[in-house]
């Protein structure tokens, strides 16, 4: 057998040159070398939806699927209910004010939806959030946003205190053919599993209680489906490995295909061990809020001109939406790399104004913040101190001037 090198070069690339790197690893996958990585075989076709984790019947839901929909309806009608009853309010009440926040990817540029819930807290006015959702970045970002304000440091040192090291270690250009990634997130999941402890999982399962929501979103590559997590009923149902499973479901969320390595989760199907291998939530969007099928009771009422609870959605887009200028090299890799980056730029203001849309025709209060041009760090490397703290700042300076929100995308 082939020796696998191990060498580690001493300097880390630029995150657009990781989306390179991740591009060079699909464009090898055909060449040949020592062992590859191995895993146990993939749910049937068609089951994804009947595989489970923990055995918690509402862990997770497939929204492209029918099932995956209503079982997404019925969790945010019970979660009403929850909070009805939380409140000491009659069951059927229409009029429960919701405040949602969706939160994007972006790598390192978290650090200004971070900026942006701090200041926000220190302005004032920052709501209790009915229900929170995050992918890739937005997944780390989401727990401390959905438990609120008094989680504001923590989250603050996530995004200004760790570095590179605390995040990945890169590979050699050699695991574009026989490894699973160009880089070990294993640092990653240790600074997850520092700030996600015990403590935390009990507030998460204490807010869900009382009828809020956490819901973090990955990629099912073996099934090319997204599937959305309930954080909240995980952290609350007691399972010995819940824990555990909520780290590694924020660690895949954040996963790039090809740069950072994905991760496998253990799952039963009719009794049988299989695995589903989860990388990037953004792989399927950038930023998500609530599906199409939960909107219903709203437009149900306002055809019938029936009273209607004021709703508001907060979407943190944790990237810019004007075009980011770069030249490209005459390279394979750097050609695909830029494509790759074309498409999630392209995929994230998708997004955008998708959610403004729903949101307009359900009579739902809409606010984008995002960053702006008139913020100019450049950075040379990811996750770097140099480029973070001043986007992090430049965050919390918008929240604290008022000016962070808008009320439509800029198009």
Partial sequence: MTQCPTTFPAVAPPRRALLRLGAGGLLAAGMGGCALPTRRAAVPRGRATAATV????NERFIPTEAAGQEGLQREFVAAVERQLAARGLPAGVPNLELDLLGISGGGENGA?????????????GRPVFSVVTGISTGALSAPFAFL??????????????????????????????????????????????RFLDEAMMAEIARAYAGGRLLLVGTSNLDAQVPVVWNIGAIAASGHPRALETVRRILLASSAIPGAFAPVLFDVTLDGQPYQELH???????QVFLYPASVSQFRRQRMARRLPVAPARAWII???????????????????????????????????????????????????????????????????????????YEYGRARALRGDAWVKRPPF
């Avoid at 200004?112 to 004032?124: I, P, Q, S, V, Y």
């Avoid at 944790?318 to 750097?334: K, M, Q, S």
């Avoid at 995002?370 to 703290?389: C, H, L, N, S, W």
Wanted: proline content about 4%.
């Fill in 112 to 124: 200004f939806g971070a900026g942006l819930l701090n200041g926000w807290t220190e302005r004032g």
């Fill in 279 to 285: 990388v990037d939530g953004g792989a399927f969007a």
């Fill in 54 to 57: 923990l055995g918690v019947p």
């Fill in 317 to 391: 887009r944790n990237a810019r939406l004007d075009p980011e200028w770069a030249t490209v090299e005459r390279r394979t890799l750097g050609i695909a790399g830029r494509a790759i980056a074309s498409m999630i730029a392209a995929s994230g203001f998708n997004d955008v104004l998708r959610i403004y849309a729903t949101t307009e025709r359900d009579g739902v209060d809409y606010n984008l913040a995002y960053i702006g041009r008139d913020f100019t760090v450049e950075y040379d490397k990811p996750f770097d101190q140099a480029y973070m703290r001043p986007l």
């Fill in 148 to 193: 609120g304000s008094a989680w504001d440091a923590p989250l603050r040192s996530v995004y200004t205190d760790i570095t590179l090291a605390d995040v990945l270690i890169r590979r050699s250009y050699t695991a574009a053919i026989w490894d699973d990634a160009m880089a070990d997130n294993s640092p990653l999941f240790r600074t997850i599993s």
